[in-house]
């Protein structure tokens, strides 16, 4: 089965207000989506990982430099187009938009194969210890606004969230350490006993870091999201050493042999990987399996369309408990509660995440129909692309 075309297709809207975190605004929503066709009908869906700009340069990776290396090799070799792919884009770069782009090439050919065997991916990649799967409702974002205002909304939005269904939520820092310490103080006395998670977005420096995270500690905090630059590997560990609050990390890292560092390193609580930029399923896997190897337990960071979210859905089913026993550590599914019209209306058939959550209790099932499980409306696609 030969691939005959990759196309990409970056999705735009305005958004109906300015939203932030700690290094920047934004006022549009941009999802980057890779479509590749085989020679015998069956068409593939990915995700790359990068808003505005980032998206319209990973097309340009997309097709004019992976897809000639790939067009007119078997769709099922996914792990030879991905070391071909990674060992010619070596000398051009290990990380960052070259491996984001093949992430959604690698999502769109794992889509492929199940399609092909008829089987969702949990089924291709071992089975599914789970048929559904814990969500937290991720909101709070940063606005132009007052430190007063941004604490009474934080407040009225942290318990909406938990009114939703939502067995835990996430808020967004970046105000300056004393103003954000006032905000998680509003959130964590809004949610009760659910969980509430702190997401810097990697805004602090060490000793700022451990100003707040102290404060976390205090209010029982379930983790802190990137309080520290991603490359500050030291602070990483100290922090973990230092305090109690979870420290969670890793969606800035790409493939295995960055990860191999941040593992061995003994810096994180909790691993975040993000299957759409670090090498798609196929890199995915192998870094479950070296968090997994330190004992380190994974929580999946997804941000972007519905197919992402469909992507991760299939690897939470996949993913081992670990360590086992009869009431295992299980990972949850990260909803982002603000509007997105790319997660909520691409599919012809939504997956309703919202509406699950409501009725099942928190929790959402996992998709069994072949390959990813869901399939993005071309009309809809026609309306938003950009070129």
Known sequence: ???????????????????????????????????????????????CFGPGNVALANKTIVERVIAPMVVGMDALDRDVIWHKVYNLLRDHGQKGMPIQSL???DIALWDIAGKAANLPIHKLIGGAHRKDVAVYGYGMMLKRESVADHVARFKDEAASIIGMGF????????????????????VAESVGDAKFMVDANHCYTTSDAFYVGRALDEMGAYWFEEPVAPEDHDGYRELRA?????????????????????????????????????????????????????????????????????????????????????????????FDTTENRFRDHLLTDPLDIQGQ????????????????GVTPDPDFIKTYEIQ
């Not at 890793?250 to 061995?264: D, N, S, T, V």
């Not at 929580?299 to 992507?311: E, M, P, R």
């Not at 959550?357 to 990813?372: A, F, H, M, T, Y």
Request: hydrophobic residues 40%; aromatic residues 6%; proline residues 6%.
């Open 167 to 186: 067995g835990a939520t996430k808020m967004k820092t970046g105000l300056g350490p004393r103003d954000d310490v006032k905000l998680c103080a509003a």
């Open 1 to 47: 089965m030969k691939i005959i075309s990759i196309t990409s297709h970056v999705l735009q809207c305005d958004m109906p207000t300015e939203l932030g975190y700690s290094q920047q605004y934004y006022d549009k929503r941009t999802a980057h989506l890779v479509r590749v066709e085989t020679d015998e009908g069956i068409t593939g869906w990915g995700e």
């Open 357 to 372: 959550v409501k009725r099942n209790g928190g929790r959402v099932k996992i998709p069994e129909g072949p390959g990813l």
């Open 103 to 105: 992430s959604g090439v």
């Open 242 to 334: 230092g305090l109690s609050t979870n420290i969670s990390g890793g969606e800035a890292e790409f493939a295995r042999w960055g990860w191999r560092q941040i593992l061995e390193n003994r810096g994180l609580d909790i691993a975040q990987p993000e299957v759409c930029a670090l090498g798609g399923i196929t890199e995915y896997l192998r870094v479950l399996a070296l968090c997994h190897a330190h004992f380190t337990p994974v929580i999946n960071h997804v941000w972007g369309s519905a197919i992402a979210v469909a992507t991760n859905l299939q690897l939470l089913a996949a993913m081992p408990p670990m360590p086992g026993g009869l009431y295992p550590w299980e990972p949850m599914l990260e």
